[in-house]
Nanobody, 120 residues
Framework: QVQLVESGGGLVQGGGSLRLSCAASGRTVSGNDMGWFRQAPGKEREFVAAISWNGRNTQYKDSVKGRFTISRDSDKNTVYLQMNSLKPEDTAVYYC?????????????WGRGTQVTVSS
């Protein structure tokens, strides 16, 4: 079974940038659509972005379009989320996962995520 480990989170001021990484181990995910999700305190986990297995298709939550970019490096078995112009409302724990139904239905197995905190 594949294991996904998220990293790159931290505390950043509003308007700043972070780059999240999701490293897969156990097997390759090069044939899988992949996505990023987030969960803010007191809220349900929500879809943020998805990238197709070949990198040709992407999809984003409306509120992050133009600010976030999802990408992948199949050689490194890693998926990335570049986050620019961060806002306090982007504060959440961010998770990556395999997409089992495009674009936003994820597998039921979640990693620990990485905390992103944006100060105003």
């Amino acid at each position: 079974q594949v294991q996904l480990v998220e990293s790159g989170g931290g505390l950043v001021q509003g308007g700043g940038s972070l780059r999240l990484s999701c490293a897969a181990s156990g097997r390759t995910v090069s044939g899988n659509d992949m996505g990023w999700f987030r969960q803010a305190p007191g809220k349900e986990r929500e879809f943020v972005a998805a990238i197709s297995w070949n990198g040709r298709n992407t999809q984003y939550k409306d509120s992050v379009k133009g600010r976030f970019t999802i990408s992948r490096d199949s050689d490194k078995n890693t998926v990335y989320l570049q986050m620019n112009s961060l806002k306090p409302e982007d504060t959440a724990v961010y998770y990556c996962n395999i997409i089992i139904s495009w674009p936003s239905r994820a597998s039921p197995y979640w990693g620990r995520g990485t905390q992103v905190t944006v100060s105003s």
